[in-house]
């Protein structure tokens, strides 16, 4: 079964950093590597935002205008896991963030950065921004 696990959030201040990784495991077809992978998050009582997404060979990238300059999306595919670099984070960068993959290759990049593009989804790991 395919599976999708996030890791590395925590408690950081403003203006720190954030490494979040995300291991996908158990994708179907002969090619495992070819999926887009995304990153999203939720601050309580706010919509879910799409803030970055990633080709399968991570030679395309595209960042929501909120994060760009300060986050980056990189993957390792010999690893199976994409990782997100949070810089300069600002207590609105708080929430739970999710990592989603699409394998039918759909998310092209007008579209990677909605959620209704992913059928796989994590459980979420929490980043809080606070003094």
């Known amino acids: 079964q395919l599976q999708v696990v996030e890791s590395g959030g925590g408690l950081v201040q403003p203006g720190g950093s954030l490494r979040l990784a995300c291991a996908v495991s158990?994708?179907?077809?002969?090619?495992?590597?070819?999926?887009?992978v995304t990153w999203f998050r939720q601050a309580p009582g706010k919509e879910r935002e799409g803030i970055s997404c990633?080709?399968?060979?991570?030679?395309?990238?595209r960042y929501a205008d909120s994060v760009n300059g300060r986050f980056t999306i990189s993957r390792d595919n010999a690893k199976g896991t994409v990782y997100l670099q949070l810089n300069a984070l600002k207590p609105e960068d708080a929430g739970v963030y999710y990592c989603?993959?699409?394998?039918?290759?759909?998310?092209?990049?007008?579209?990677?950065?909605?959620?209704?593009?992913?059928?796989?989804w994590g459980q979420g790991t929490q980043v809080t921004v606070s003094s």
């Open positions: 158990g994708v179907p077809g002969f090619n495992s590597d070819y999926y887009v």
């Open positions: 990633i080709s399968s060979t991570g030679g395309s990238t």
């Open positions: 989603a993959v699409d394998i039918y290759l759909t998310a092209v990049p007008e579209m990677c950065l909605d959620p209704k593009e992913y059928d796989y």
